[in-house]
């Protein structure tokens, strides 16, 4: 069964952890200095917030996979759709191990479909380059924009 991801970024970390955890009405599932991740399962949401630095506000959306096989489906079905497609591959990103690819919607909101491992000690960083793929450059910044600095 796949999941929502949603990402955002918060200009006070600890303000916006205490407001989604009364939200929710559950503690983070991971946390860390500048993340913290809910694994909800009502609603069935992947919901990440992140600190240091970025814009406050939406980020990217994702839809999460339970297994390879359920994301080599969504890529399939990304490939169909006819928009840009940036395949990742394994990486670490965000405390967790995961293979991915993003894309971007007409309007220019990136998704990421992605499958995870484990999750890691280690923050990571993505090494996606729009560059050495065939994106318009408008959907590229939105792509590789999340890539680079917005994690699942």
Not at 110 to 118: D, K, L, P
Request: hydrophobic share 30%.
């Amino acid at each position: 069964m796949k999941r929502l991801h949603v990402s955002f970024n918060a200009s006070d970390l600890e303000k916006s952890i205490a407001f989604y955890t009364e939200l929710f009405g559950a503690a983070p599932s991971v946390r860390k200095d500048d993340y913290a991740k809910w694994m909800l399962d009502d609603p069935r949401v992947n919901f990440v917030i992140e600190g240091g630095g970025g814009t406050p506000g939406f980020t990217h959306a994702g839809i999460q996979t339970e297994s390879e096989e359920e994301l080599h489906e969504v890529f399939d079905r990304l490939k169909e759709a006819e928009a840009p497609y940036l395949p990742e591959g394994v990486t670490t990103c965000c405390y967790h191990k995961s293979e991915k690819s993003w894309t971007s919607d007409p309007d220019g909101v990136a998704w990421e479909a992605f499958y995870t491992f484990h999750q890691t000690e280690e923050r990571g960083h993505s090494n996606l380059e729009a560059d050495a793929y065939d994106v318009p450059p408008a959907k590229a910044e939105n792509i590789t924009g999340c890539g680079l600095s917005g994690c699942c």
